[in-house]
Structures are given as C-alpha cells and as structure tokens.
C-alpha cells in the first residue's frame, strides 16, 4: 500500500538549489532543448535530470551542452576587453547563454498537487484499485515550454534505480555529480544474458570481480566462470598499481571452488580444489567439429567422424581412433609372390578402407588431432567424474572457477569450454523438465561467465556452439551468459541481440560502439557518453537490468568494497571522497 508522501518531492536536497534551466524546444525524436540558468561547467554529459510538470515526472539524461548567442557579433568580440566589467558581465548574462539537449527516458505519473483538493480522491482511487499504482513508463509525450530542469537528487535515484537496502538490488557505482548510489537489480539481472564491454585496461575484469562478488555474496545464481588467464580465483597483483587484487576464493572461501584443467594442476602457485580429467567416453565428434578453424578441418571432417562412430560406438571412437597408428605400412607378398607395402591392421588406411572412407582424409583428421590425443587433460580413465561434480556443485549453490592453467591456447578454450557447456546444458534441460512435468525442485539459476568471448561467439562459430543456445533460449531453462570482451563488434549479431544488459566502458573503435549501442533507443546519443568515458573510472550502464541508461562511476575492486559488502551496506560518497579518488 502507498502512502502519501510516495509522490511527494525530495526533501533530502531542496528543489530550488538543484535547479539548472527550463526547457525552451525540442521533441521525442529530436531531444528536449533546456535553456541553463547556472554555469555551463556545473552539469555535464549525462547527467541525470528531472522535469516536472503537471500529474507528471519526466526523467532524462543530457546528451549535449552547446553555447549560443542572441547575435553572433557578442560571441564573436570579448566585450571583457572594452567594456567595464559590471557592464561586461551584465551584457554576457543578456546576450550570451547555454543550451543543453535532453534525452527523454522515462516518465511516472505524480498525481495533482498534494495541497490541492483533488490529490486525496485520486490517492483514495490508487488505494481502492480502481487507479492502478504509478509506475515507471517510457516516454510517451512530452513536457511544456518552460517546464522547469532539476539535477536528479538522491531520492530521485533510488525511485528509478531502486534503493540500495533493498532485496536483490546491487550498488555497481555512483552519479557523476552527487555520488548518489545506483542499483542494478540482480534478479533481473540473472533472467537474461548480460555483457561487459571496454578497451583493454579500461577496467572490465575489476568490473567483472565486482559483479561477480555481488552474485555470490546475495546468493542470486551459481557461478560457473571460463577463468583464460587465471585472474578471478586466487590472489592477484594489479598490472598498473602493484597492488594486491582478492580473488574471489580467498573472500568465499566456504562458496567458491577453483577447478585446475589436467591432474595436480596449480593455479598461480596455489594448488586448485580438484582437477578437472575429460573421460574419452564422453567426447563426441560434434566437440572436435566446433575446433574447425582451430585444426583447420576440411569438409570431410563429419563424414569420417560419422565413421568412427558406426565403428567403434559413441563412447569408443576417440581411444580407437588415438591408438590407430597413421602411415603404417607392412609388406607382403602378391599372388605372384612379388613384396608389396600394405597399410598395416592398426594403421588409420586400414580402418578407413575397411570403413568405406577415404583414406588420405582419415589420415590428415588423425593428425590434426593429435594435439588433442596428447592433451594431458584428456584421458581414457580420468580419477574421477570431475564433470559429474562441477554439476553437482553448481545445482547445490557452489561457484567454480575453471582455470585453465598452463593451457592457455585457444584450442584448449574452445574445446574445454564448449565440451562442458554442452554437459551443463544438458543437465539444466533435464533439471526443467522434471521441475515442469513432476513439480521437482526448481532449478537453481546459473550465469556461465566467458572471457574472450568473440573466440567463441564469432559469426563464424556462434552458430555451432553451446553458448549460442544459451543465449537465444536457454534462460527459459535458468541459465544465461555473462560474456566479458573488448571487441563487442566480433561478436556475432544475434547473440548481441540477446544480451539484455550491457555494461560498457570506455571503447575507441567505432565498430565496437555501434555494437554495444545496436538496438538501444537513443543509441546515437548514447555514442557519445560512451566515447566521453573516463577509462577505469566510468562505465555506462544500459539495458534490462537498469530502467534507463545511465553513466556511472564505478565502484573500485578495494578493501572498502569489501567491507560494505560484507555488511551489506553502499553509502553514497560525498564530493569531497570522490575528488579525492580522482586524485584531485
């Protein structure tokens, strides 16, 4: 139920003291035009603002500060130099002016002043029903002229974006201007795939440590996280600082699991919880056909594969095929007594001439696959179903972080990566449908999380991959994506058409911003808050999970963060903290 200071105005910060203008033009299509009534260098671009204006709020961001004068001849000539300075400066404030351009996001219905006579009758209609509550909409029309511009203040923060003590809500950063806190909702976070975009060093991997400590931390989904470079688990030291980074194992000791890939495994000199062994029994030939570009398959790579298959059974193939040896020959005599070379029974020619195939192909996929047969992580009787317990952990509220180790070429990313999706994908599936059909436990929600995701999600690859169906269908079955990258544009397009939320610093190349911004409203005015980003200071925030875009800066990956997590607080911080953080 409502009350009714619900709709009332923000008393934390007087109104009149966070007015800057009032609006002078402008439409839906074009972006609002504000006159500014205080100094250009006190608002910047994208800054939250409010305009209210009759039983409406409307929320925008600004997207453009532009000077202008009555005459261009008081632009042109510094009348400081003439003039006397009172007259100066008295001319200034009649000729010469700022204009900002204003982005229309969102708009809530407030209702008739509270001290008018028709407030209480239309508080009483929202509190009989016959009104349904106010809520968030996106803009529809637009405010007068004149319609006065105010800062967004705290409260105005947490109406749009949520307050940070309440469930599910997470503090990612702070306004530009106030250092008021921003939530991102985790629960809807989680429903759909996400993405992390920004440069190299722009700060994505702190960013990604952030989020990822709040999902474990509020206990919103399992982590499963494709960890390339052994960054997340373990501690770290900061490649520009020096300075000692946490790893996610070290704070979530009881929570968080790190698997090594391949027997006794280290992972930055620590020993990993368990390793993990690939049992040749469960390679199917769909995870060698995923490696095409890797092995440089040829188009009779499938048919050879189908041929192992019928040959040798689903489980047996791969040990068959790895024991057969390629180019061995032995000689015997023809029916005229004369010494001929043969393929031997155990060479590759053999099977394949048996099996119908051409040899030359069967030979050329064996030793393509070679790499594969001597990966130490890939063995006939693995110590145990590593698998089978990731799984297990990941359904009973466990986070794992796959390091890969000393296996850091593509190859084994893609293999590996795609190889245990294929198994998660099949287990959360089964999972569903027996919480759907039987009334079984629901599943727990799981976010995959996947560096270097354009080596996977490539245009030529996304089609044959897991992750492609995860991000396309696979939330209906509780599991999303996470991807972090800095190349967004060598993302295939309709994998970037599922993220529903986008957190994005700052990007340089222009294929890349048009990526990031593909399929947003508002996406050309957006493009220039995202190429305005200061690195490792700002991202902005976009999508699903936050009502309306907005720049932030982020919160910094330090024992502060830490602390207020673990207490579960997110106090805004003043002016005086933030430009001291800037190193001001």
């Known amino acids: 139920m409502i009350s009714e200071q619900t709709f009332t105005n923000d008393a934390l910060t007087p109104m009149e003291n966070r007015k800057i203008g009032y609006l002078i033009g402008g439409g839906l299509r074009e972006n609002l035009k504000a006159r500014l009534v205080i100094p250009s260098d006190q608002v910047q671009e994208g800054s939250f603002v409010m305009i209210p204006s009759g039983n409406w709020v409307y929320y925008g961001l600004v997207t453009d500060i532009q000077l202008g004068a009555t005459d261009a001849r008081f632009a042109d000539e510094e009348s400081e130099a003439r003039l006397p300075g009172e007259l100066a400066h008295w001319l200034h404030g009649q000729t010469l002016y700022t204009n900002l351009e204003i982005l229309p996001v969102l708009m809530l219905e407030r209702g008739p002043d509270p001290a008018s006579q028709a407030y209480q009758p239309w508080l009483e209609e929202i509190k009989s029903g016959r009104r349904s509550e106010p809520k968030m909409m996106p803009v529809k029309t637009i405010p007068p002229h004149h319609a006065d511009v105010f800062l967004a203040g705290e409260g105005e923060i947490a109406e749009i974006f949520g307050k940070p003590d309440q469930e599910g809500n997470f503090v990612v950063g702070y306004t530009r201007e106030g250092g008021h806190a921003v939530c991102l909702n985790l629960d809807r976070f989680v429903q759909r795939s996400a993405g992390i975009f920004g440069a190299t060093g722009s700060g994505k991997s702190f960013l990604t440590r952030i989020l990822m400590a709040g999902l474990i931390q509020r206990n919103r989904s399992s982590l499963l996280v494709f960890d390339m470079h052994n960054e997340y688990g373990y501690d770290d030291v900061a490649s520009d600082s020096g300075m000692k980074v946490n790893g996610l194992k070290t704070l979530f000791p009881a929570r968080v699991r790190v698997v090594g890939l391949g027997a006794n495994s280290m992972v930055r000199g620590t020993p990993a919880d368990f390793s993990l062994e690939i049992a040749m029994k469960d390679i199917r030939p769909i995870d060698i056909e995923l490696l095409s570009t890797e092995l440089n398959l040829k188009e009779t790579t499938p048919t050879t594969l189908e041929a192992l298959v019928a040959s040798f059974g689903p489980e047996n193939w791969f040990s068959k095929f790895k024991e057969m040896e390629n180019g061995a020959m ?255």
């Open 330 to 584: 032995v000689e015997t005599e023809d029916e005229r007594g004369r010494l001929k070379k043969i393929p031997a029974p155990s060479s590759v020619a053999a099977w394949a001439n048996q099996a119908g195939v051409n040899a030359m192909a069967a030979e050329g996929l064996h030793s393509k696959m070679s790499i594969l047969f001597h990966r130490g992580y890939i063995r006939e009787k693995p110590a145990a179903d590593g698998i089978g317990e990731i799984i297990k952990m990941l359904q009973n509220g466990m986070h794992v972080i796959l390091s890969f180790g000393d296996y850091e070429s593509d190859l084994d990313y893609l293999f590996v990566t795609n190889f245990l999706t294929r198994h998660i994908r099949e287990a959360w599936e089964a999972t569903t449908n027996q919480y759907r059909t039987k009334k079984l436990q629901e599943p727990r929600p799981l976010v995959i999380v996947v560096e270097e995701a354009h080596k996977i999600l490539n245009r030529q690859m996304a089609a044959q991959t897991s992750f492609n169906t995860i991000a396309r269908e696979l939330r209906k079955y509780y599991v999303t994506l996470l991807i972090v990258d800095q190349r967004p544009s060598q993302i295939y397009d309709e994998v970037m058409s599922q993220l529903g939320t986008r957190i994005s610093g700052w990007l340089g190349d222009e294929d890349d911003l048009r990526a990031v911004l593909a399929g947003l409203a508002g996406r050309d005015t957006l493009r220039g808050m995202l190429t305005h980003l200061q690195p490792k200071e700002e991202v902005l925030l976009l999508g699903w999970g936050v009502p309306m875009p907005i720049p932030i800066r982020s919160r910094r990956y330090d024992q502060r963060f830490w602390q207020e997590l673990m207490k579960g607080k997110s106090k805004p911080q003043s002016e005086e903290q933030i430009i001291a953080e800037l190193g001001f």
